[in-house]
T-cell receptor
Framework: DVKVTQSSRYLVKRTGEKVFLECVQD?????MFWYRQDPGLGLRLIYF???????EKGDIPEGYSVSREKKERFSLILESASTNQTSMYLC???????????FGSGTRLTVV | SQQGEEDPQALSIQEGENATMNCSYK?????LQWYRQNSGRGLVHLIL?????REKHSGRLRVTLDTSKKSSSLLITASRAADTASYFC???????????FGSGTKLNVKP
């Protein structure tokens, strides 16, 4: 069964810490995405990547960076975590323009 | 915003009834997709309808698309308690790289 795996379901970090959220897919998809989901705001795109070492900013990239050194892995980095980055983070991948996303189970990050 | 916006925000029905939720959007799209999210989990892709299609079926799901009104509807027939979830529409523009999600419809199916 095809899968997108996010390394942590729940994470608690302190303000100012550098945080890494990892996402791995086993479907050989070119495109990978990071979203955050907040009540009343729906899903908002942070960054996406359409190829290894390629990245593009989404709608809310501030405070985040990404890394894609290998096709199957797309990491989201919070350079200096802040309380307003407390959220559910969802990773997704997809192969071609007309297919839907496959999502991971999400990482619920709390910054204290 | 180019987001799809779902309506209603919340819907509560009895098992066996039909559930209808709507999605409106603002710009021309390549396709529109519906997703389901069980509480605290990731989203699961349900169905995709292209801009040149008007209706699509998948099991108990029926999706319609009216590009002139920039709206779509998702009908779940003979609902079950297991259908309890949030449902999101995602609009896909012609550059394909971005999907825009709405805030979702929270469906509660009472047994």
């Amino acid at each position: 069964d095809v899968k997108v795996t996010q390394s942590s379901r729940y994470l608690v970090k302190r303000t100012g810490e550098k945080v890494f959220l990892e996402c791995v897919q086993d479907m050989d998809h070119e495109n990978m995405f990071w979203y955050r989901q907040d009540p009343g705001l729906g899903l908002r795109l942070i960054y996406f990547s359409y190829d290894v070492k390629m990245k593009e900013k989404g709608d809310i990239p501030e405070g985040y960076s990404v890394s894609r050194e290998k096709k199957e892995r797309f990491s989201l980095i919070l350079e200096s975590a802040s309380t307003n980055q407390t959220s559910m983070y969802l990773c997704a991948s997809r192969p071609t323009s007309n297919y839907g996303y496959t999502f991971g189970s999400g990482t619920r990050l709390t910054v204290v | 915003s180019q987001q799809g916006e779902e309506d209603p925000q919340a819907l509560s029905i009895q098992e066996g009834e039909n559930a209808t939720m709507n999605c409106s959007y603002k710009t021309s799209i390549n396709n529109l997709q519906w997703y389901r999210q069980n509480s605290g989990r990731g989203l699961v892709h349900l169905i995709l309808i292209r801009s040149n299609e008007r209706e699509k079926h998948s099991g108990r799901l029926r999706v319609t698309l009216d590009t002139s009104k920039k709206s779509s509807s998702l009908l779940i027939t003979a609902s079950r308690a297991a259908d309890t979830a949030s449902y999101f529409c995602a609009t896909v523009l012609y550059n394909f790289n971005k999907f825009y999600f709405g805030s979702g419809t929270k469906l509660n199916v009472k047994p």
